[in-house]
């Protein structure tokens, strides 16, 4: 089964408008992390937003906000106010397991969506 | 600027032959990971070191192999290239003591086997 799920393929948003880019994952670890990168059109990998499996409060960082469902296993992230320089691919990722400082904490990746910002 | 650096930027060169990608972690990230990122495809993990020592395998092919050495750089050799293997080829570093485990990504190698 995959473990990071990304249903959307591609999407396109109004300038301004509002969007919610959807990831469900699967582990049966209690404890777990949930990421969300930015990759716009030149390559590199931008972190965005971080959701621990314990937090008690959804996530977020400025116009970025991540929808977290424990029960449902989704994380979904929010993008309010869209801008052109949203355009890009965004990718859902999951550390399983505890964070472990002394060796490190591979991320698995979902196939991402492409969210097209339109003027 | 995350701080990772890879290089080369960009590689061209013909199937059978071998290459090696070079990452420079960011200051005092002791884990290396590379990930494969195949055109309009996820990222794939490859292999991740910490301090020198392999700690995690993923999809890995036998024809691919990396080390992390001393200083903490470190390489990804491909070896026997196919058609295939074209992509982006991600390094990313971890900080000690992060409260979120957050992978900061280089800039990537880009990779064309012709």
């Known amino acids: 089964a995959q473990k990071i799920t990304q249903t959307q393929p591609g999407m396109f948003v109004q300038e301004k408008e509002a969007v919610t880019l959807d990831c469900t994952y699967d582990?049966?670890?209690?404890?777990?992390?949930l990421f969300w990168y930015k990759q716009p059109s030149s390559g590199e990998m931008i972190f965005l937003i971080y959701?621990?499996?314990?937090?008690?409060q959804n996530a977020t960082e400025g116009r970025y906000s991540l929808n977290f469902q424990k029960a449902r296993k989704s994380a979904n992230l929010v993008i309010s106010a869209s801008h052109l320089g949203d355009s890009a691919m965004y990718f859902c990722?999951?550390?399983?397991?505890?964070?472990?400082?002394?060796?490190?904490?591979?991320?698995?990746f979902g196939g991402g969506t492409r969210l097209m910002v339109k003027p | 600027d995350s701080g990772v650096t890879q290089t080369p930027k960009h590689l061209i060169t013909a199937t059978g032959q071998r290459v090696t990608l070079r990452c420079s972690p960011r200051?005092?990230?002791?884990?290396v990971y590379w990930y494969q990122q195949s055109l309009d495809q996820g990222l794939q993990f490859l292999i991740q070191?910490?301090?020198?020592?392999?700690?995690a395998k993923g999809n890995i092919l036998e024809r691919f192999s990396a080390q992390q050495f001393p200083d903490l750089h470190s390489e990804l050799n491909l070896s026997s290239l196919e058609l295939g293997d074209s992509a982006l080829y991600f390094c990313?570093?971890?900080?000690?003591?992060?409260?979120?485990?957050?992978?900061?990504f280089g800039e990537g190698s880009r990779l064309t086997v012709l």
């Open positions: 990313a570093s971890s900080e000690q003591g992060t409260h979120t485990g957050e992978l900061f």
């Open positions: 959701q621990g499996s314990y937090d008690q």
């Open positions: 990722a999951m550390r399983e397991g505890p964070l472990n400082n002394n060796a490190g904490n591979m991320l698995t």
């Open positions: 582990t049966s670890d209690p404890s777990y992390g």
């Open positions: 200051s005092g990230d002791l884990s």
């Open positions: 070191y910490y301090n020198g020592e392999e700690r």
